[in-house]
């Protein structure tokens, strides 16, 4: 019998030409039956399909669920032939359990955010007004009962310069709790722009805070639901997995990133909300997403983990204190320091004034070569140890100058 695609529904036809149906000729029997073919043989035929009927009903879950009238069921098969291990599969019921309890554990810890900011236009010469007010909208985290909320910074950090315009600092920005639509003032406690991060507070009690998990524990594969305000719907969430730990991503600005990476959909508003586990836990802080042709369901959150210093240096100084060296530098591979009789390692283009740098010796054209016993060659790998650093410690640095090796020990100094 020949099968044909059908374009239209996604279903298969039967082409109806390739085949025919043949039907048996019917036959009349005279014979007459005694009484054990009359009536002994249809009866325990009835019997038989009876039982075959019964059985049917009780092997098939749905049918033996309403008989007993339970809905939870599980079957595991296993395949011992290949040894393959087991496939279980798991009533769907459990699945939306799952995402109920997550939802309603978090959802009252999760704030929509509104900030509003001026925009300076040059099309004021053409009559137009040069000043205008935008809004725009995320998301934030609860994460204390008497009103300081977690976020990301590039929600209430808005200020930027274009040719044609200059969008200036948040003018207001105003918080909507779960379940309210009163609009509570907040204010903008510290941010950080190189970890995304920000801190605000409104001035209320008794709010709900947000339960923490241990975001280095996640596994690739596990529950993740993604929750906020996206395109200003109040409270929306987002089921999915854990796609990836520790994913390095770059930003369209140049700025690099550790974070999670998740299926669950995650769309404009959504920034500074949760992604949290089948607890209703929070692992990380949805930040951003990759777009475009091709790409479906690439969204990344900082884990929480690595936000739980920030936030508190953010609370008590309203901004994070890091250790500073004071150069500015350019990778140096292999074939650029051969063409330029140097080594390869970090070229030190500048030295800040005053700076933990200059104070330790390091001149403009030392190329920096080892850091606390380890060899580096970029500006990311000097960081990564100057990060592990406190501010007022020693670091070791060894240069090569003019051809010539020298160790300095720098004290690190706070960054302005």
Do not use: W
């Not at 939306?96 to 309890?101: A, N, Q, W």
């Not at 999760?110 to 900030?115: A, F, P, S």
């Not at 949290?276 to 900082?302: D, H, Q, R």
């Not at 030190?348 to 390091?362: L, N, Q, T």
Request: glycine share 10%.
């Amino acid at each position: 019998m020949e099968e044909n695609e059908n374009k239209n529904n996604g279903f298969k036809t039967v082409n109806s030409d390739s085949y025919k149906t043949i039907y048996e000729p019917k036959r009349k029997s005279n014979i007459k039956l005694g009484f054990g073919k009359g009536f002994l043989i249809p009866f325990f035929s009835g019997i038989l399909g009876c039982s075959l009927v019964i059985g049917t009903c009780f092997g098939v879950p749905s049918i033996r669920s309403k008989i007993f009238g339970t809905s939870d069921f599980s079957t595991t098969t296993t395949n011992s032939s290949e040894n393959r291990g087991y496939v279980s599969q798991t009533s769907l019921s459990n699945y939306s359990d799952t995402s109920v309890y997550a939802a309603n554990k978090i959802l009252p810890s999760i704030v929509g955010i509104q900030v509003e900011y001026n925009v300076n236009s040059i099309f004021s010469m053409f009559g137009n007004s040069g000043t205008q007010t935008a809004t725009a909208s995320g998301s934030g985290i609860i994460i204390s009962e008497d009103g300081y909320i977690l976020t990301n910074n590039h929600i209430v950090a808005t200020s930027s310069s274009e040719s044609y315009y200059e969008v200036s600092d948040a003018t207001k920005v105003t918080v909507t709790l779960f379940n309210d639509e009163t609009k509570y003032d907040a204010k903008i406690i510290g941010k950080d722009e190189q970890t995304d991060l920000a801190v605000i507070k409104i001035d209320k009690t008794g709010l709900s805070k947000a339960e923490f998990a241990d975001s280095d524990n996640i596994k690739v594969g596990e529950f993740a639901m993604a929750v906020g305000n996206p395109l200003g719907m109040q409270s929306s969430i987002t089921c999915g997995v854990i796609s990836a730990v520790n994913r390095e991503v770059t930003d369209s600005d140049g700025k690099k990133f550790t974070l999670i990476q998740t299926d669950a959909a995650i769309n404009s508003g959504n920034s500074g909300g949760a992604l949290v586990n089948s607890e209703g836990k929070v692992v990380g802080i949805n930040t951003l997403k990759l777009s475009g042709t091709g790409i479906e369901g690439m969204g990344f959150a900082i884990p929480i983990n690595s936000t739980t210093d920030i936030t508190s240096q953010l609370i008590q100084y309203s901004k994070v204190k890091r250790p500073y060296i004071g150069i500015s530098g350019m990778d140096l591979n292999e074939k650029t320091a051969k063409a330029n009789n140097l080594v390869a390692g970090i070229y030190v283009k500048s030295v800040d004034d005053f700076s933990a740098a200059e104070k330790a010796g390091i001149k403009p054209g030392d190329v920096i070569i080892e850091t606390d016993g380890k060899k580096i060659s970029t500006m990311d790998e000097l960081n990564e140890i100057k990060n592990s650093h406190k501010i007022g410690e020693e670091m070791k640095i060894k240069v090569n100058r003019d051809g010539q090796e020298k160790e300095l020990t720098i004290t690190l100094g706070e960054q302005p």
